[in-house]
C-alpha cells in the first residue's frame, strides 16, 4: 500500500524557517514534488526533486528561498523553506511519481499525501 505523509507544518513569523517532511512507503518513487494551496487559490508547484538527486526544479516564487531533498534510504522527501512570507501559507502537500519525471504538473504524480498547513504571521 502506498502512502505519503508529510509533517513538519506549523505557525511561523515571516523571515523565520521551516522544514517539511514527507514520508513515503509503498514503493520506490522516481521523483518528488511540494505543492500547496493559498487560501483562496488554486494548487500550485512548489518544488520537485528525480530520486536521483541530479535535477529539481522550484517554482519562481519559492526559487532561492526553498531546497528541496531527499534521502532514498527513507524514502522521504524534504522541503527547507527559508526567509518565509505571508505568500507562503498554505496547505502543502507532497506528491510522488512511480515512473514519471519531475515537473510541475499536478498530473504528473500518481500519489499525495493529506497536506500540511504552514502558516506564515506578518
Known amino acids: 500500500q502506498v502512502q505519503l505523509v508529510e509533517s513538519g507544518g506549523g505557525l511561523v513569523q515571516a523571515g523565520e524557517s521551516l522544514s517539511l517532511s514527507c514520508a513515503a512507503s509503498g514503493g520506490t518513487f522516481n521523483a518528488y514534488a511540494w505543492f500547496r494551496r493559498a487560501p483562496g487559490k488554486e494548487r500550485d508547484f512548489v518544488a520537485a526533486?528525480?530520486?536521483?538527486?541530479?535535477?529539481?526544479i522550484y517554482a519562481d516564487s519559492v526559487k532561492r528561498r526553498f531546497t528541496i531533498s531527499r534521502n532514498n534510504a527513507k524514502n522521504t522527501v524534504y522541503l527547507q523553506m527559508n526567509s518565509l512570507k505571508p505568500e507562503d501559507t498554505a496547505v502543502y502537500y507532497c506528491a510522488a511519481s512511480l515512473f514519471g519525471s519531475i515537473s510541475a504538473y499536478i498530473w504528473s504524480y500518481d500519489y499525495w499525501g493529506e497536506g500540511t498547513q504552514v502558516t506564515v504571521s506578518s
Open positions: 526533486i528525480l530520486r536521483s538527486g541530479s535535477s529539481s
